[in-house]
């Protein structure tokens, strides 16, 4: 298997495993039932790799921090590490995940920057408009031939 089709591997599993941990994560703390079911589904789906068990966990750790889909989050990662995830490398993707959750919620656009409010159409322009009949097409028109050759 080449390097990118086993990145492509690792990048599907790590969907999958969050997916099914916040599945089974309550919004609440998990019974003891619901753990066992979840850890051995993330077992798994897995298959031993501790590193991608901790990325999991870091990452919704990391992304839900300070939100309301924390308590769920703390389950899925909790679920994870009962899993078998690697302690030494959660923190790294707790960084991760934290600046990932930065660059979502940036304002992508703030808009243009405008130094006047916006004009405001004058009483007789507006008079005008009525009085050549500016709700019909040719209305409109005249309004524009009157407008653009005044």
Known sequence: MS???AADVDELTVAR???VARRHAPCR???ETETAAAVEELREIACGRADLLAEVAGLLMGFYRLT??????QAAAQYCMSAGAD????????????SRAAA????????????QPPRQASRAGQRKRLALGWRSRAGRNRWRAYRFNA
């Not at 309301?68 to 989050?73: D, G, R």
């Not at 979502?104 to 130094?115: A, K, S």
Request: glycine letters at 10%.
């Open 87 to 98: 302690p030494d490398l959660i923190p790294q993707w707790i960084e991760v995940g934290r």
């Open 17 to 19: 495993l969050t997916g």
């Open 29 to 31: 703390e998990p019974t």
């Open 68 to 73: 309301a889909e924390e308590l769920k989050a």
């Open 104 to 115: 979502v919620r940036q304002d992508p656009y703030p808009g243009p920057e405008v130094d």
């Open 3 to 5: 390097g990118c089709a």
